[in-house]
């Protein structure tokens, strides 16, 4: 059975072509770095504190050592790269020291104004990495996990939440960017469909996590910024229709790979995914 998974669908929609060599030739172009491992480690961090915070009591989860908690969560994806990669995955000890600063002045700002964005009085914890596994037609399945996944206590809405670090935050640009939004309007369709209601009671929200601010600014700066992308039913079918387009041709109807000949972009030389292969 074929599994569609965000990452995957989105690679197709910015580039058939980088598509084609990780999933049809399984060339595996992206390797990774610093900004992938430091994502992964600074989420699964927040997202230690989060389980303990609405499954415990504020009390213990303000006594976790989330310094310690994000040093070995960057080792170990600097470990596990470097056994998958080999000196492919190159991470200097300068870049780790760098980015770990970064991530304790994150965990700071977070643990001061945590309750603007999770409180236990409002909300209570559904699921962290929530699964999505959804059957589509042709013996294929949508797969996903959902970082945080919240209900609304007096309203009973539903909050998806994505987290994402980011050099200095999303700008106009990278909020209007479909390759970013996307995600979150799959997540609200999928999971509207596996806990059988509507998508009207479901919101999204991206929290972004800002690894530096502006020098020489005098008016106050956040580190963690909050951003909810339209996501209302034309937004929804408007990435859904795109999705069916990706499947019907990339995929059979036993749901196997069809093997397309995409070229490199027309303009590789402005496709980030494409040109430098």
């Known amino acids: 059975m074929a599994r569609i998974s965000y990452s995957q669908f989105s690679q197709w929609d910015k580039c058939p072509y980088t598509w084609k060599l990780n999933y049809v030739d399984k060339a595996e172009t992206f390797k990774g770095n ?5 994502g992964s480690a600074i989420h699964e961090t927040i997202q230690a504190y989060l389980v303990c915070y609405y499954e415990r009591t504020i009390k213990e989860a303000d006594s976790l050592p989330l310094d310690e908690i994000l040093m ?11 056994e998958r990669h080999g000196d492919e995955f190159e991470v200097s000890k300068e870049e780790m020291a760098e980015f770990y600063e970064d991530g304790i002045n994150i965990i700071n700002e977070f643990l001061k104004k945590k309750t603007s964005y999770f409180s236990k009085k409002r909300t209570e914890l559904v699921g962290i990495e929530m699964k999505l596994n959804y059957d589509l037609p042709n013996k294929m399945k949508f797969n996903g996990y959902m970082d945080v996944v919240l209900h609304e206590k007096k309203t009973g809405r539903i909050k998806i ?12 640009y990278m909020k209007a ?5 996307n995600q979150l309007l799959l997540y609200k369709y999928f999971l509207s469909k596996q806990l059988e209601i509507s998508e009207d009671k479901i919101d999204v929200e991206y929290l972004i996590l800002k690894r530096r601010l502006y020098e020489n600014i005098i008016y106050p700066q ?3 910024q909050s951003f909810s992308p339209a996501s209302g039913k ?3 079918n408007k990435v859904i229709k795109r999705l069916q387009e990706f499947i019907d041709e990339c995929y059979d109807d036993k749901g196997k790979i069809i093997s397309h000949d995409y070229e490199k972009c027309e303009k590789h030389k402005k496709c980030r995914s494409c040109k430098d292969l």
Do not use: A, C, H
């Open 34 to 38: 610093i900004y992938t491992l430091f």
């Open 234 to 236: 034309p937004s929804v």
């Open 177 to 181: 960017d479909k390759n970013k939004t």
């Open 161 to 172: 939440i994505d987290i994402k670090s980011s050099t200095m935050g999303w700008n106009k």
């Open 222 to 224: 956040k580190r963690i």
């Open 72 to 82: 070995y969560r960057m080792k170990e994806n600097y470990k596990q790269s470097k």
